[in-house]
């Protein structure tokens, strides 16, 4: 067989051991040991492959930051988000609704994951909106949708695998993430005050008063300064976002033993044992989809790849529309990390040849990979809110599917006007 051929039947069989259940990282490992034998290549590479595809120093930014979600879960620094934002909009209609998606919002900007996003403010606010007449649907699928805010807004861990699997500058990405973010936070905060007001939720909330405000902003402080300090250490320069997420981890620490003692010991070893489970799963997928992305650049299979979508695509527009169809397809079966290391590099020299900025299409690929975290059956978030409620998977994935309509008009928004994700980084850094 020629080097194409084995390529793609190596990625076929990856695409069939998924299907029966075989874990991401071990599926792209096998099919990569495989395709080393087949193509009679020393098995030296897989070793040397697979620490190469990890030796980069923005990677460590991943496990900080995966430890960082996990000390921010457990030291309960989200109750207070909630609170203050109950107390700044819980009197309007779908107060508390939108109050959850600003308290996801400001959560995501330290933590950067979507399912610690869900698990930190969707265990507080999924039962207090059913006390406050929402409906289970209602809670459960907004719960789940805001969470989806955390990949989006940086700091984001996809977005660091794409700017280190495409060489852009993670910086420009954080800022393309931010203005997609905050598009992706009114469209939601929109729909939930229209749907609130259509059940006739009523107004539960307490009228603002300046000194119960004044209150849930000083017990909110450290909450409101985690963020503060990741991103405005990134953006002043006075870090990179790998000492971001080292610095983060040190101030949610000191915060959570010293200043608001909602840690102790024994939470402390479980964050770490947490936080090393998740980023070990990650960064083994990622070294595994590199020995993988390794064999079909020997197969020439992007280069074949590209000649197609260029047969296929007449303009830039048709392009962006198959890449979103792909990247939906994808972000629904495959884990975002694996997905992004094997198909990024394949198709940003070809979106660069349509004239597509790469920050641009890193985040219309960040964003469909965010709406995988929401769509049935493998979409992280459904999994944790189907575990906070004790709902069946199927009552979950159903909640979500008017918030899944408002993504992908996001989506559409984000793919076709581009300066939603290009403004900040082109008025911060030219």
Partial sequence: MTPGTIALVLFGLFILFVVIGVPIGFALGFSGVLGLALMDVNFMMFSQTLITGIDNFALLAIPLFVLLGAILEKSRISQSLIELADELIGFFTGGLAVGTVISS??????????????????????PEMEKRGYSRSFSMGIAASAGALGPIIPPSIPFIIYGVVT??????????????????????????????????????????????????????????????????GIYAGIFTPTEAGAIGCLYALCVGFFL??????KSCIECFKEGAKNSAMIMFVIASAGL??????????PAAVTEVMLDISVNKYIFLLLVNLLFLII????????????????????????????????????????????????????????????????????????????????????????????????????
Avoid at 176 to 202: H, K, T
């Fill in 260 to 265: 608001e003692r909602t840690l102790d010991t």
């Fill in 292 to 301: 993988l992305a390794w064999l079909m650049a020997a197969g020439r299979i």
């Fill in 105 to 126: 919002m400001i959560f995501a900007t330290a933590s950067g994951s979507g399912p610690a996003t869900v698990a930190a403010i969707g265990s507080i606010t999924i």
């Fill in 331 to 430: 972000g629904s079966l495959l884990d975002t990390p694996a997905a992004i290391v094997i198909i990024a590099p394949i198709l940003q020299p070809i979106a660069v040849q349509f004239g597509i900025d790469p920050i641009h299409l890193g985040a219309i690929i960040v964003v469909n990979f965010v709406i995988g975290y929401i769509t049935a059956p493998f979409g992280y978030n459904l999994f944790v809110v189907k575990s906070i409620t004790g709902r069946s998977m199927g009552e979950v994935s159903l909640s979500v599917m008017p918030f899944l309509v408002i993504c992908l008009l996001g989506l559409l928004i984000v793919t076709y006007f581009p300066q939603v994700s290009l403004a900040l980084p082109r008025l911060f850094m030219g």
């Fill in 167 to 232: 060489e852009e500058s993670i910086l420009r990405l954080f800022l393309a993430g931010l203005g997609a973010g905050l598009l992706f936070a009114v469209l939601l905060i929109l729909y939930s005050i229209y749907r609130a007001a259509r059940e006739n939720i009523p107004r539960t909330g307490r009228r603002p008063s300046l000194r119960r405000l004044v209150r849930a902003i000083y017990k909110a402080r450290y909450a409101l300064g985690a963020p503060v300090v990741v991103l405005g």
